[in-house]
T-cell receptor, first 113, second 113 residues
């Protein structure tokens, strides 16, 4: 069965420090991968997506993610975070040809001044 | 601007009462989805619809019902059979195709009086 694991439920970092949010998935077929951000009491906003091609994808707000097929990972990174990046981040995966999008449990990113 | 509108933002339900959450989109998307979000559990799929007058159960459909009479609208009814309805409910839509990202509304928070 398809599943997504976000390895850290909470990640505290200092402002202007780099951050990596980890995501691993399991699937027996090819997949599409997504990262979403959720600010308090709001819906989810798409940060970036991997569909095919280059394994390094760039998204909004300076975030990027790298698809690693051999390690079944899709970690999210930002070289320098800001207070405004404080939010919850969700990794999601969908098997090619499937309709369901499977979400990880989320990682709460807290930026300290 | 195109988007997804969920209403109301906050909703209170009495014991034994059915309530209906509204979701409207003007993105011309064929597919629509309902998710339930609980703290620490990510998003879980309740129902989805790929076309008007057709919908499928998701992973946690018990105690919920939907209709899809118009392309733009996908209301969710939380019935009295749902014993633990307190949660944040998110509606999403997308174009057809498993490589298409989902776009989310701002959610409805349902509480029990």
């Amino acid at each position: 069965a398809q599943s997504v694991t976000q390895l850290d439920s909470q990640v505290p970092v200092f402002e202007e420090a780099p951050v990596e949010l980890r995501c691993n998935y399991s699937s027996s077929v090819s997949v599409y991968l997504f990262w979403y951000v959720q600010y308090p009491n709001q819906g989810l906003q798409l940060l970036l997506k991997y569909l095919s091609g280059s394994t390094l994808v760039k998204g909004i707000n300076g975030f990027e993610a790298e698809f690693n097929k051999s390690q079944t990972s899709f970690h999210l990174r930002k070289p320098s975070v800001h207070i405004s990046d404080t939010a919850e981040y969700f990794c999601a995966v969908r098997n090619q040809g499937a309709q369901k999008l499977v979400f990880g449990q989320g990682t709460r990113l807290t930026i300290n001044p | 601007d195109g988007g997804i509108t969920q209403s109301p933002k906050y909703l209170f339900r009495k014991e034994g009462q059915n309530v209906t959450l509204s979701c409207e989109q003007n993105l011309n998307h064929d597919a629509m989805y309902w998710y339930r979000q609980d703290p620490g559990q990510g998003l879980r799929l309740i129902y989805y619809s790929q076309i008007v007058n057709d919908f499928q159960k998701g992973d946690i459909a018990e105690g919920y019902s939907v209709s899809r009479e118009k392309k733009e609208s996908f209301p969710l009814t939380v019935t009295s059979a749902q014993k633990n309805p307190t949660a944040f409910y998110l509606c999403a839509s997308s174009m057809t195709g498993s490589n298409q990202p989902q776009h989310f509304g701002d959610g409805t928070r349902l509480s029990i009086l």
